[in-house]
């Protein structure tokens, strides 16, 4: 599987935009982006995917380097909720779209 | 849409015991679901995938026999660890997927063996 490479931990200011960056250079043409979070003591949430262009949902946007080989989550305007540890996966149909989870990024939202 | 649960949500069990835990998609029907186990302080580990109807295939590193997954309906799959012990305690988590890209997991089953 290709790897991601994320910064073990980032803190953020409530109200401000945050942007969670990822590594992948190996990525292959297949692979898609995805983005998950886990809440303490909680399974997993989806927050975004993509494949080649920028996406936007009412969680997050994702904005994909031009050559794939990095991506960064954004977070418009972060809260109190939304610390959380946040994984950057790799996944193609080709694996049964499985998920490796790697370390994730912890971020931390203060007042 | 697209709701997970998971039954129990934490199980105390003596060593030696089979404990059973239920992933269910309630809103929608699940192509494929995963079984995941996450230690403390550590990332998930996907343990095995499992598809309606036929037998669930294992990660490697992951004994078929201790953890027998059974997926009986497109909404249902079970996790049972047989023969717990101390070293099985741990946070479970399954998810679902209905045919898109992106997984629905469950809220997880804390197991903890004594």
């Known amino acids: 599987d290709a790897k991601t490479t994320q910064p073990n931990s980032m803190e953020s200011n409530e109200e401000e935009p945050v942007h969670l960056p990822c590594n992948h250079s190996?990525?292959?043409?297949?692979?898609?982006i995805h983005w998950y979070r886990q809440l303490p003591s909680q399974g997993p949430e989806y927050v975004i995917h993509?494949?080649?262009s920028n996406v936007n949902n009412r969680m997050a946007s994702l904005a994909i380097a031009e050559d794939r080989k990095s991506s960064t989550l954004i977070l418009h305007r972060a809260t109190l909720r939304d610390a959380a540890v946040y994984y950057c996966?790799?996944?193609?149909?080709?694996?049964?779209?499985?998920?490796?989870f790697g370390t994730g990024t912890r971020l931390q939202v203060t007042l | 849409g697209a709701v997970v649960s998971q039954h129990p949500s934490w199980v105390i069990c003596k060593s030696g015991t089979s404990v059973k835990i239920e992933c269910r998609s309630l809103?929608?029907?699940?192509?494929?679901m995963f079984w995941y186990r996450q230690f403390p302080k550590q990332s998930l580990m996907l343990m095995a995938t499992?598809?309606?109807?036929?037998?669930?295939?294992?990660e490697q590193g992951v004994e078929k026999d201790k953890f027998l997954i059974n997926h009986a309906s497109l909404t249902l799959s079970t996790l049972t660890v047989t023969s717990a012990h101390p070293e099985d305690s741990s946070f479970y988590i399954c998810?679902?997927?209905?045919?898109?890209?992106?997984?629905?997991f469950g809220p997880g089953t804390r197991l903890t063996v004594l």
């Open positions: 499992s598809n309606e109807g036929s037998k669930a295939t294992y």
């Open positions: 993509g494949l080649t």
């Open positions: 996966i790799l996944s193609n149909t080709g694996t049964a779209s499985k998920l490796t």
């Open positions: 190996t990525i292959s043409g297949t692979d898609y």
């Open positions: 809103d929608f029907q699940a192509t494929t």
């Open positions: 998810s679902a997927k209905r045919g898109g890209n992106e997984q629905f």
